[in-house]
């Protein structure tokens, strides 16, 4: 195995690593607001809303994430309506449409995440301020949303571990991220075991990077209950 072709990938392949964190943190902004809708539609009490955003999650959750690409990439356009409408210039653009699908499905699974968060929240603090005269709404912002962001912040920053890998799935689609760049230099090299081996390097770097800020920012956000 030539180890010299390793050490040369790396730097070439660091060229989309720009590519690969915009596809990264668009999608998860847009993602975590997807999610929230979701989470408020869940708890709202109301069926006509709670259906609707079940469906919407077991129907993410429940299909690859490459079919989704796939789908908003080469299916959405061929509705004669989808290119004649505002979001055309986003849809014809496979950036517009890799983001498009990263969003939604890092949405299905955040929505879960923060689901699970709000409901792990003890129901005698609610209870406690609501004898308080706290409102629904205040308690719902005061007491819950904290709790459950200290509580759902280890899945989240799993999910966006997750999503970060699944921005490789973008290069399938002629996006010029790292994993694209890559297959550019096998393309060239004829050598992929040396060429994805210095792509995983890559990958496990970035994770490594990620869990330890999520973890930095549990300690900051526990540092009253470590006391």
């Known amino acids: 195995m ?6 040369d990938a790396i730097p070439r392949m660091l060229g989309g690593i720009v590519m690969t964190f915009q596809l990264l943190l668009l999608s998860l902004a847009i993602g975590t607001i997807i999610a929230v809708l979701l989470l408020l539609m869940r708890i709202s009490g109301r069926w006509w809303l709670s259906w609707p ?14 079919v989704q690409i796939f789908i908003v990439y080469y299916g959405l356009p061929q ?30 699974y955040l929505s879960e995440i923060f689901r699970g968060g709000v409901l792990a929240v003890e129901r005698g603090l609610l209870e ?7 409102s629904a ?9 904290p709790l459950a ?3 759902a912040l280890p899945a989240y920053g799993n999910e966006v571990i997750s999503l ?13 991220d790292m994993t694209g760049i890559g297959r550019t230099i096998v393309a060239e090299t004829f050598a992929p075991y040396q060429v994805f081996l210095s792509l ?12 330890r800020s999520v973890k930095r920012l549990e300690v900051y956000l526990g540092r009253s209950t470590a006391r």
């Open 2 to 7: 030539n180890i010299g072709i390793v050490f």
């Open 53 to 66: 955003a079940q469906f919407y999650t077991y129907v993410f959750r429940g299909t690859p994430i490459l």
């Open 79 to 108: 509705f004669e309506w989808i290119r004649e409408s505002i979001f055309w210039p986003i849809l014809r653009d496979p950036f517009g449409c890799a983001i498009l699908a990263l969003s939604l499905n890092t949405g299905a």
């Open 128 to 134: 406690a301020g609501a004898a308080l005269g706290m």
């Open 137 to 145: 709404t205040h308690r719902f912002i005061y007491i819950t949303t």
């Open 149 to 151: 962001i200290r509580i």
């Open 164 to 176: 970060m890998k699944s921005t490789a799935l973008a290069s399938t689609i002629t996006l010029v």
């Open 200 to 211: 995983a390097i890559v990958y496990v770097a970035i994770t490594w990077i990620i869990q």
